[in-house]
């Protein structure tokens, strides 16, 4: 695992969160009616709809917490498992990585969700296709930067 500099691994991390950050933020505007429909409040958490409307700002900030450990943990095993990634260069690498942790982790896990919670299969798809999108973009940019 070679030897990463602290502020390459804090411009990754800062710049993984505002990618993930953007695209979850697109893809909820464009999935908002799954959101408000009043018919499927019992499906969201208390903390991300302790009532009617918008989220409270403290889910905000858990969000940005949890978003903050998952990125650097998605950074570290990067770091372990980067000689054994497929690729030429650090984008390549980056983004096989990308594909390969969604493979393994995000498209198993948002298709259980069908299983487990009463969520609209439109929705899940459209977390998955986004899920998708950020993997390979922080991917891609985590191996540039860390080379």
Not at 2 to 17: A, C, E, Q, T
Not at 49 to 57: E, H, I, L, S, V
Not at 100 to 105: D, E, F, N, P, R
Request: charged share 10%; glycine share 6%.
């Amino acid at each position: 695992m070679g030897k990463m500099s602290w502020w390459k691994i804090v411009l990754s991390l800062v710049l993984l969160v505002i990618v993930a950050q953007v695209i979850h933020t697109g893809e909820a505007m464009l999935t908002m009616k799954y959101y408000i429909d009043p018919a499927r409040a019992a499906i969201w958490s208390k903390i991300m709809c302790p009532n009617a409307g918008p989220p409270p700002t403290s889910f905000y900030y858990y969000s940005l917490a949890l978003s903050l450990v998952s990125w650097f943990l998605f950074m570290l095993v990067y770091a372990i498992v980067r000689p054994s990634v497929p690729g030429v260069n650090g984008w390549q690498k980056g983004a096989m990585y990308g594909l390969l942790i969604w493979l393994v982790a995000g498209l198993p896990g948002m298709l259980s969700m069908l299983l487990l919670v009463n969520l609209p299969w439109k929705l899940v798809a459209v977390w998955i296709a986004s899920m998708l999108i950020i993997d390979l973009v922080n991917g891609a940019i985590n191996a540039a930067i860390n080379k």
